[in-house]
Protein backbone atom coordinates (compact mmCIF):
# COMPACT_ATOMS: atom_id res chain seq x y z
CA UNK A 1 0.00 0.00 0.00
CA UNK A 2 0.92 3.27 -0.23
CA UNK A 3 3.41 5.28 1.58
CA UNK A 4 3.43 8.94 2.16
CA UNK A 5 6.58 10.73 3.48
CA UNK A 6 6.38 14.04 5.66
CA UNK A 7 9.51 15.74 5.84
CA UNK A 8 7.76 18.64 7.96
CA UNK A 9 5.35 18.84 10.89
CA UNK A 10 1.59 18.67 8.88
CA UNK A 11 -1.50 19.28 10.48
CA UNK A 12 -2.99 16.32 11.26
CA UNK A 13 -6.15 17.09 9.07
CA UNK A 14 -4.72 15.63 6.13
CA UNK A 15 -4.48 12.17 7.82
CA UNK A 16 -8.05 11.65 7.02
CA UNK A 17 -7.60 12.00 3.58
CA UNK A 18 -5.65 9.10 2.91
CA UNK A 19 -7.62 5.96 2.67
CA UNK A 20 -7.30 2.75 5.13
CA UNK A 21 -3.98 1.03 4.19
CA UNK A 22 -1.89 4.11 3.29
CA UNK A 23 0.67 5.12 6.07
CA UNK A 24 1.92 8.65 6.44
CA UNK A 25 4.59 8.79 8.66
CA UNK A 26 8.33 10.77 9.04
CA UNK A 27 9.95 7.18 8.74
CA UNK A 28 9.06 6.30 5.18
CA UNK A 29 12.30 4.51 3.42
CA UNK A 30 10.96 4.42 -0.37
CA UNK A 31 8.12 6.89 -0.58
CA UNK A 32 5.02 6.69 -2.82
CA UNK A 33 4.55 10.28 -2.21
CA UNK A 34 6.63 13.55 -0.25
CA UNK A 35 4.09 15.97 1.42
CA UNK A 36 6.41 18.96 2.95
CA UNK A 37 5.92 22.91 3.60
CA UNK A 38 9.68 24.56 4.01
CA UNK A 39 11.77 21.25 3.71
CA UNK A 40 14.89 22.08 1.57
CA UNK A 41 15.09 19.08 -0.70
CA UNK A 42 17.48 20.18 -2.95
CA UNK A 43 19.85 17.82 -1.69
CA UNK A 44 17.23 15.36 -1.03
CA UNK A 45 17.64 12.01 -2.93
CA UNK A 46 14.82 10.85 -4.89
CA UNK A 47 13.73 7.14 -4.99
CA UNK A 48 13.15 5.47 -7.75
CA UNK A 49 9.18 4.76 -6.52
CA UNK A 50 8.57 8.15 -5.33
CA UNK A 51 5.65 9.52 -7.46
CA UNK A 52 4.74 12.64 -6.30
CA UNK A 53 5.39 15.92 -4.19
CA UNK A 54 3.05 18.10 -2.73
CA UNK A 55 4.37 21.37 -1.49
CA UNK A 56 1.05 22.05 1.56
CA UNK A 57 1.99 26.32 0.41
CA UNK A 58 2.57 28.16 -2.39
CA UNK A 59 5.86 28.54 -3.20
CA UNK A 60 8.16 25.48 -4.19
CA UNK A 61 11.75 27.04 -4.80
CA UNK A 62 12.55 24.31 -2.06
CA UNK A 63 11.76 21.53 -4.40
CA UNK A 64 14.22 20.22 -7.25
CA UNK A 65 11.47 20.96 -9.78
CA UNK A 66 13.95 20.15 -12.97
CA UNK A 67 14.98 16.99 -11.42
CA UNK A 68 11.59 15.99 -10.31
CA UNK A 69 10.72 16.31 -13.98
CA UNK A 70 13.31 14.41 -15.64
CA UNK A 71 12.44 11.62 -13.10
CA UNK A 72 8.71 11.82 -13.74
CA UNK A 73 7.73 13.00 -10.56
CA UNK A 74 5.17 15.41 -10.25
CA UNK A 75 5.20 18.51 -7.93
CA UNK A 76 2.24 20.07 -5.81
CA UNK A 77 1.32 23.16 -4.73
CA UNK A 78 -1.43 24.49 -2.96
CA UNK A 79 -2.92 27.82 -4.40
CA UNK A 80 -5.69 29.72 -3.14
CA UNK A 81 -5.29 27.51 0.20
CA UNK A 82 -3.64 30.05 2.58
CA UNK A 83 -4.90 33.40 0.46
CA UNK A 84 -6.94 34.09 3.30
CA UNK A 85 -4.43 33.80 5.80
CA UNK A 86 -1.89 36.33 3.28
CA UNK A 87 -4.93 39.00 2.47
CA UNK A 88 -5.29 39.74 6.29
CA UNK A 89 -1.57 40.20 6.78
CA UNK A 90 -1.55 42.46 3.62
CA UNK A 91 -4.72 44.48 4.89
CA UNK A 92 -2.85 44.67 8.43
CA UNK A 93 0.54 46.23 6.37
CA UNK A 94 -1.85 48.32 4.45
CA UNK A 95 -2.30 50.02 7.70
CA UNK A 96 0.99 49.82 9.53
CA UNK A 97 2.39 51.26 5.72
CA UNK A 98 0.56 54.43 6.47
CA UNK A 99 -0.06 55.08 9.87
CA UNK A 100 3.36 54.87 11.81
CA UNK A 101 1.90 52.41 14.66
CA UNK A 102 5.15 49.98 14.49
CA UNK A 103 7.47 52.68 15.39
CA UNK A 104 4.60 54.33 18.01
CA UNK A 105 4.31 51.22 19.84
CA UNK A 106 7.75 50.77 19.70
CA UNK A 107 8.63 54.60 21.28
CA UNK A 108 5.44 53.76 24.10
CA UNK A 109 7.58 50.87 25.25
CA UNK A 110 10.25 53.46 26.25
CA UNK A 111 8.18 55.57 28.70
CA UNK A 112 7.86 52.18 31.06
CA UNK A 113 8.52 53.76 34.60
CA UNK A 114 8.03 57.34 33.69
CA UNK A 115 6.17 59.51 35.58
CA UNK A 116 3.07 61.11 34.19
CA UNK A 117 2.83 58.30 31.21
CA UNK A 118 -0.34 60.28 30.01
CA UNK A 119 0.86 63.53 29.74
CA UNK A 120 3.94 62.27 27.97
CA UNK A 121 1.87 60.60 25.19
CA UNK A 122 0.18 63.00 24.37
CA UNK A 123 3.49 65.03 24.23
CA UNK A 124 4.98 62.69 21.95
CA UNK A 125 2.21 61.21 19.93
CA UNK A 126 2.98 64.40 17.30
CA UNK A 127 6.14 61.74 16.12
CA UNK A 128 3.73 59.42 15.00
CA UNK A 129 1.23 61.39 12.90
CA UNK A 130 0.24 59.21 9.61
CA UNK A 131 -2.24 59.08 6.71
CA UNK A 132 -5.28 57.10 6.33
CA UNK A 133 -5.70 54.63 3.35
CA UNK A 134 -9.22 55.64 1.84
CA UNK A 135 -8.94 57.49 -0.96
CA UNK A 136 -5.51 56.19 -1.60
CA UNK A 137 -4.44 54.27 -4.46
CA UNK A 138 -3.55 50.96 -4.37
CA UNK A 139 -1.44 49.04 -7.16
CA UNK A 140 -1.53 45.17 -6.74
CA UNK A 141 0.86 43.32 -8.88
CA UNK A 142 -0.34 39.45 -9.70
CA UNK A 143 -4.17 38.97 -9.45
CA UNK A 144 -3.88 35.15 -8.57
CA UNK A 145 -5.92 34.05 -5.40
CA UNK A 146 -4.35 36.11 -3.21
CA UNK A 147 -4.35 39.24 -5.33
CA UNK A 148 -7.77 39.39 -6.06
CA UNK A 149 -8.66 39.40 -2.36
CA UNK A 150 -6.33 41.64 -1.42
CA UNK A 151 -7.80 44.06 -4.22
CA UNK A 152 -11.19 43.11 -3.63
CA UNK A 153 -10.98 43.84 -0.10
CA UNK A 154 -9.21 47.48 -0.54
CA UNK A 155 -11.77 48.31 -2.78
CA UNK A 156 -14.16 47.91 0.26
CA UNK A 157 -12.38 49.94 2.58
CA UNK A 158 -12.60 53.13 -0.09
CA UNK A 159 -8.86 52.73 -1.92
CA UNK A 160 -8.98 53.44 -5.47
CA UNK A 161 -7.27 49.75 -7.18
CA UNK A 162 -4.83 49.08 -9.67
CA UNK A 163 -4.48 45.31 -10.98
CA UNK A 164 -1.87 44.22 -13.05
CA UNK A 165 -1.55 40.67 -14.49
CA UNK A 166 -0.73 39.36 -17.72
CA UNK A 167 -1.75 35.45 -16.96
CA UNK A 168 -4.99 36.72 -15.38
CA UNK A 169 -7.09 33.69 -15.39
CA UNK A 170 -10.59 33.23 -15.91
CA UNK A 171 -11.51 31.96 -12.60
CA UNK A 172 -9.62 35.14 -11.42
CA UNK A 173 -11.17 37.57 -13.55
CA UNK A 174 -14.47 36.46 -12.71
CA UNK A 175 -14.06 36.92 -8.94
CA UNK A 176 -12.09 40.43 -9.41
CA UNK A 177 -14.28 43.35 -8.45
CA UNK A 178 -15.55 45.25 -11.49
CA UNK A 179 -14.30 48.47 -9.46
CA UNK A 180 -10.84 47.04 -9.52
CA UNK A 181 -8.96 48.73 -12.86
CA UNK A 182 -6.41 46.81 -14.74
CA UNK A 183 -3.37 48.87 -15.93
CA UNK A 184 0.21 48.27 -17.53
CA UNK A 185 2.94 47.50 -15.14
CA UNK A 186 4.60 51.01 -15.54
CA UNK A 187 1.37 52.86 -15.62
CA UNK A 188 0.56 51.01 -11.97
CA UNK A 189 4.12 51.64 -10.23
CA UNK A 190 3.91 55.92 -11.40
CA UNK A 191 0.34 55.76 -10.13
CA UNK A 192 0.27 54.16 -7.02
CA UNK A 193 0.49 55.10 -2.93
CA UNK A 194 0.38 51.69 -2.14
CA UNK A 195 2.40 48.72 -4.33
CA UNK A 196 1.48 45.02 -3.01
CA UNK A 197 3.18 42.18 -4.77
CA UNK A 198 2.04 38.90 -5.46
CA UNK A 199 3.96 36.82 -8.25
CA UNK A 200 6.17 34.14 -7.79
CA UNK A 201 10.01 34.12 -8.03
CA UNK A 202 11.66 33.17 -11.84
CA UNK A 203 14.31 34.71 -13.65
CA UNK A 204 11.50 37.53 -14.97
CA UNK A 205 10.55 38.75 -11.79
CA UNK A 206 14.10 38.68 -9.82
CA UNK A 207 14.65 41.67 -8.48
CA UNK A 208 11.77 43.64 -10.62
CA UNK A 209 11.98 46.28 -7.90
CA UNK A 210 15.17 47.86 -8.85
CA UNK A 211 16.34 51.05 -8.66
CA UNK A 212 14.72 51.91 -12.43
CA UNK A 213 11.44 50.74 -10.51
CA UNK A 214 11.41 52.92 -7.29
CA UNK A 215 12.23 55.92 -9.83
CA UNK A 216 9.40 55.40 -11.49
CA UNK A 217 6.89 55.09 -8.24
CA UNK A 218 5.44 58.39 -6.66
CA UNK A 219 7.45 59.88 -3.88
CA UNK A 220 7.03 58.49 -0.71
CA UNK A 221 5.06 55.52 -1.88
CA UNK A 222 4.88 52.53 0.17
CA UNK A 223 5.93 48.93 -0.92
CA UNK A 224 4.59 45.35 0.44
CA UNK A 225 6.21 42.46 -0.19
CA UNK A 226 5.18 39.07 1.01
CA UNK A 227 5.98 37.06 -2.00
CA UNK A 228 9.04 36.68 -1.92
CA UNK A 229 12.32 38.43 -0.69
CA UNK A 230 13.96 38.17 -3.89
CA UNK A 231 11.65 40.28 -5.86
CA UNK A 232 13.16 43.29 -4.23
CA UNK A 233 16.69 44.66 -4.57
CA UNK A 234 17.90 45.17 -1.04
CA UNK A 235 20.35 47.74 -1.87
CA UNK A 236 17.71 49.56 -4.26
CA UNK A 237 15.01 49.52 -1.37
CA UNK A 238 17.95 51.16 0.75
CA UNK A 239 18.48 54.25 -1.13
CA UNK A 240 15.03 54.72 -2.20
CA UNK A 241 14.41 54.80 1.94
CA UNK A 242 17.32 56.89 2.38
CA UNK A 243 16.31 59.54 -0.30
CA UNK A 244 12.66 59.39 0.81
CA UNK A 245 11.72 58.15 -2.43
CA UNK A 246 9.98 55.32 -0.36
CA UNK A 247 8.14 56.07 2.70
CA UNK A 248 8.42 52.48 4.09
CA UNK A 249 9.00 49.10 2.55
CA UNK A 250 7.30 46.15 4.80
CA UNK A 251 8.37 42.86 3.93
CA UNK A 252 7.21 39.29 5.32
CA UNK A 253 11.31 37.93 4.10
CA UNK A 254 13.31 39.57 6.78
CA UNK A 255 17.11 39.69 6.29
CA UNK A 256 19.93 41.43 7.77
CA UNK A 257 20.14 44.03 5.97
CA UNK A 258 17.09 45.01 5.80
CA UNK A 259 16.65 44.38 10.01
CA UNK A 260 16.72 47.70 12.40
CA UNK A 261 16.51 50.22 9.03
CA UNK A 262 14.17 53.14 9.94
CA UNK A 263 11.28 53.19 7.94
CA UNK A 264 11.56 49.31 7.03
CA UNK A 265 8.90 46.54 8.70
CA UNK A 266 10.21 43.11 8.73
CA UNK A 267 7.45 40.37 9.20
CA UNK A 268 9.09 36.76 10.48
CA UNK A 269 7.36 35.26 7.22
CA UNK A 270 3.60 35.19 9.01
CA UNK A 271 1.54 35.41 6.01
CA UNK A 272 0.36 31.59 5.87
CA UNK A 273 1.19 31.16 9.80
CA UNK A 274 -2.65 30.87 10.92
CA UNK A 275 -3.70 27.12 11.91
CA UNK A 276 -6.80 27.61 9.39
CA UNK A 277 -4.17 28.04 6.66
CA UNK A 278 -2.09 25.31 7.84
CA UNK A 279 -5.23 22.87 7.96
CA UNK A 280 -6.39 24.15 4.51
CA UNK A 281 -2.90 23.26 2.55
CA UNK A 282 -2.76 20.36 4.73
CA UNK A 283 -6.13 19.31 2.98
CA UNK A 284 -5.68 20.20 0.10
CA UNK A 285 -2.22 18.76 -0.56
CA UNK A 286 -3.34 15.08 0.69
CA UNK A 287 -6.30 15.01 -1.54
CA UNK A 288 -3.60 15.76 -4.85
CA UNK A 289 -1.54 13.00 -3.54
CA UNK A 290 -4.22 10.24 -3.39
CA UNK A 291 -6.13 11.41 -6.61
CA UNK A 292 -2.73 11.19 -8.31
CA UNK A 293 -1.93 7.76 -6.83
CA UNK A 294 -5.17 6.33 -7.31
CA UNK A 295 -6.25 7.95 -10.25
CA UNK A 296 -3.72 9.64 -12.25
CA UNK A 297 -5.24 13.27 -11.58
CA UNK A 298 -3.34 15.98 -11.63
CA UNK A 299 -4.25 19.02 -10.52
CA UNK A 300 -2.17 22.02 -9.42
CA UNK A 301 0.78 20.60 -10.68
CA UNK A 302 4.03 23.08 -11.01
CA UNK A 303 5.76 20.80 -13.62
CA UNK A 304 3.44 18.80 -15.66
CA UNK A 305 -0.26 20.08 -17.29
CA UNK A 306 -3.25 19.59 -15.21
CA UNK A 307 -5.51 16.31 -16.78
CA UNK A 308 -8.66 15.20 -14.79
CA UNK A 309 -10.98 13.13 -15.59
CA UNK A 310 -13.58 10.90 -13.80
CA UNK A 311 -12.76 6.90 -13.79
CA UNK A 312 -15.68 5.74 -15.77
CA UNK A 313 -13.76 2.18 -17.86
CA UNK A 314 -11.58 -1.11 -16.75
CA UNK A 315 -8.62 0.01 -17.74
CA UNK A 316 -6.54 3.48 -17.68
CA UNK A 317 -3.50 4.36 -18.48
CA UNK A 318 -1.11 7.56 -18.12
CA UNK A 319 1.73 8.49 -19.75
CA UNK A 320 4.09 11.61 -19.27
CA UNK A 321 5.60 12.23 -21.97
CA UNK A 322 8.13 14.68 -23.84
CA UNK A 323 6.01 17.34 -25.54
CA UNK A 324 7.02 16.22 -29.06
CA UNK A 325 5.30 14.93 -32.24
CA UNK A 326 4.11 11.39 -32.94
CA UNK A 327 3.48 10.15 -29.48
CA UNK A 328 -0.07 10.01 -28.78
CA UNK A 329 -0.30 8.94 -32.27
CA UNK A 330 2.24 5.61 -31.17
CA UNK A 331 0.41 5.26 -27.99
CA UNK A 332 -2.99 5.33 -29.58
CA UNK A 333 -1.93 2.78 -32.45
CA UNK A 334 -0.21 -0.04 -30.01
CA UNK A 335 -3.66 0.26 -27.86
CA UNK A 336 -5.94 -0.36 -31.17
CA UNK A 337 -3.72 -2.78 -32.33
CA UNK A 338 -4.19 -5.07 -29.61
CA UNK A 339 -7.94 -4.97 -29.89
CA UNK A 340 -8.26 -2.39 -27.17
CA UNK A 341 -11.15 0.10 -27.79
CA UNK A 342 -10.22 3.64 -26.63
CA UNK A 343 -13.29 5.11 -24.41
CA UNK A 344 -11.61 8.64 -23.63
CA UNK A 345 -8.34 9.99 -23.85
CA UNK A 346 -6.82 13.40 -22.97
CA UNK A 347 -3.20 15.05 -23.52
CA UNK A 348 -1.74 18.39 -22.50
CA UNK A 349 1.16 20.06 -22.75
CA UNK A 350 3.05 22.27 -20.21
CA UNK A 351 6.28 23.61 -21.91
CA UNK A 352 8.01 20.75 -23.19
CA UNK A 353 6.46 18.27 -21.08
CA UNK A 354 3.15 16.22 -21.82
CA UNK A 355 0.59 14.11 -19.98
CA UNK A 356 -1.97 11.56 -21.01
CA UNK A 357 -4.97 10.13 -19.88
CA UNK A 358 -6.50 7.22 -21.46
CA UNK A 359 -9.53 5.48 -20.27
CA UNK A 360 -9.99 2.22 -22.04
CA UNK A 361 -13.01 -0.60 -22.30
CA UNK A 362 -10.12 -3.87 -21.47
CA UNK A 363 -7.10 -4.04 -19.40
CA UNK A 364 -4.15 -3.52 -21.14
CA UNK A 365 -1.80 -6.44 -21.70
CA UNK A 366 1.57 -5.97 -19.72
CA UNK A 367 3.25 -6.62 -23.48
CA UNK A 368 1.78 -3.38 -24.40
CA UNK A 369 2.70 -1.38 -21.52
CA UNK A 370 6.85 -2.58 -22.17
CA UNK A 371 6.16 -1.10 -25.65
CA UNK A 372 5.06 2.49 -24.85
CA UNK A 373 7.49 2.71 -22.16
CA UNK A 374 10.56 1.78 -24.72
CA UNK A 375 9.53 4.87 -26.47
CA UNK A 376 12.02 7.28 -26.34
CA UNK A 377 10.42 10.40 -25.67
CA UNK A 378 8.09 8.67 -22.87
CA UNK A 379 9.02 9.43 -19.24
CA UNK A 380 6.76 6.75 -17.03
CA UNK A 381 3.82 5.00 -18.03
CA UNK A 382 1.39 4.05 -15.19
CA UNK A 383 -1.48 1.48 -15.15
CA UNK A 384 -4.82 1.67 -13.27
CA UNK A 385 -6.97 -1.64 -13.55
Known amino acids: ?14 DKEFPAGYTFTTEAKNPDG ?3 RSFNMHEYPLNDELLAVARAGAGTNNIPIPACTEKG ?13 VKELVICELFLGGRKIVDAIDWVKTLKGTEGVGKAV ?4 SKFVGHEISGKTLGVIGLG ?3 VMVANTA ?3 GMNVLGYDPYLSVAGALHLDNRVKTADLDTLIKSSD ?3 VHVPLTPDTEKMFNADAFAKMKDGAVLINNSRGELVDANAVLAAIESGKLERYITDFPSDELIGVPNVICVPHLGASTPEAEDNCAQMAAKELVDY ?3 GNITHSVNFPDVCAPRTTASRIAVMHDNVEGVISKVTSLISANGINIANIIDKSKKDKAYMLVDLDAKIPENVVKEIESNPAVIRVRVFQ
Open 145 to 147: AIG
Open 73 to 85: IVVFNTPGANANA
Open 293 to 295: IEN
Open 122 to 125: EKGK
Open 1 to 14: MPQILKLNAISPVA
Open 194 to 196: FIT
Open 34 to 36: IML
Open 155 to 157: VDL
